[in-house]
């Protein structure tokens, strides 16, 4: 019964899914999820991925998957980032770090992020997405909701090669056949279009 949950929501919204999934990221990878510029965009999109059978997971401070959190937040997709100093460091680990070594540890982790970082418009997204794939040698898969189509899915994957400048304007050329649910709070990262 709970199955039927996602399906039931987006019908009643009256979304379609694309199934046409590359299935090069079904394992490992970074998902972006974008346009964001709804609370509905979560809803949408996770029943989406739960649909589409992809264990998508979000990163979290490691104290909120400790109990008495543990098992909501696990239960949601959480994963805890530890971001203490690696041993015989003084610093902290950056997130890019920390999200690079919980690649390291998982054998499947697929990981859900917003890169425009807020539901407000920003004409500059936040690359961390790019710098964990890179450094975690995963793809990075594009996941999308189209809100004048009502549809939504996973388009694109993209293996970043170091040169951020072209995988970004790939990722921009990508983006912009897509309306968001409110087209003036989304902008692509303007130094890439």
Same mark, same amino acid.
């Given at each position: 019964?709970?199955?039927?949950?996602?399906?039931?929501?987006?019908?009643?919204?009256?979304?379609?899914?694309?199934?046409?999934?590359?299935?090069?990221?079904?394992?490992? =990878?970074?998902?972006?999820?974008?346009?964001?510029?709804?609370?509905?965009?979560?809803?949408?999109?996770? =029943?989406?991925?739960?649909?589409?059978?992809?264990?998508?997971?979000?990163?979290?401070?490691k104290e909120w998957v400790r109990f008495p959190f543990?098992?909501?937040? @696990?239960?949601?997709?959480?994963?805890?980032? #530890?971001?203490?100093?690696?041993?015989?460091? *003084?610093?902290k680990k950056s997130m890019v770090e920390a999200m690079? #070594?919980?690649?390291?540890?998982?054998?499947?982790?697929?990981?859900?992020? @917003?890169?425009?970082? @807020?539901?407000?418009?920003?004409?500059?997204?936040?690359?961390?997405?790019?710098?964990?794939?890179?450094?975690?040698?995963?793809? +990075?898969?594009?996941?999308?909701?189209?809100?004048?189509?009502?549809?939504?899915?996973?388009?694109?994957? +993209?293996?970043?090669?170091?040169?951020?400048?072209?995988?970004? *304007?790939?990722?921009?050329?990508?983006?912009?056949?897509? @309306?968001?649910?409110?087209?003036?709070?989304?902008?692509? #990262?303007?130094?890439?279009?």
């Amino acid at each position: 019964m709970l199955k039927l949950i996602p399906h039931l929501i987006l019908k009643i919204a009256g979304w379609k899914i694309d199934y046409n999934m590359p299935t090069e990221m079904r394992k490992k =990878c970074v998902l972006v999820a974008a346009p964001h510029t709804s609370n509905w965009d979560f809803v949408y999109a996770m =029943c989406t991925f739960k649909i589409l059978k992809i264990k998508v997971r979000f990163t979290i401070k490691k104290e909120w998957v400790r109990f008495p959190f543990k098992l909501l937040m @696990t239960s949601l997709g959480a994963v805890g980032i #530890d971001r203490n100093p690696a041993p015989g460091k *003084k610093e902290k680990k950056s997130m890019v770090e920390a999200m690079v #070594d919980l690649f390291k540890e998982h054998k499947e982790l697929v990981v859900v992020v @917003t890169a425009e970082g @807020t539901r407000k418009k920003v004409e500059k997204w936040k690359t961390g997405f790019y710098h964990v794939a890179l450094n975690a040698k995963v793809p +990075i898969a594009l996941g999308y909701l189209d809100y004048k189509k009502k549809i939504a899915g996973v388009g694109k994957v +993209i293996m970043p090669s170091g040169d951020m400048a072209a995988d970004m *304007k790939k990722i921009m050329d990508f983006y912009k056949n897509f @309306t968001p649910k409110f087209p003036e709070k989304f902008s692509l #990262d303007l130094q890439y279009v």
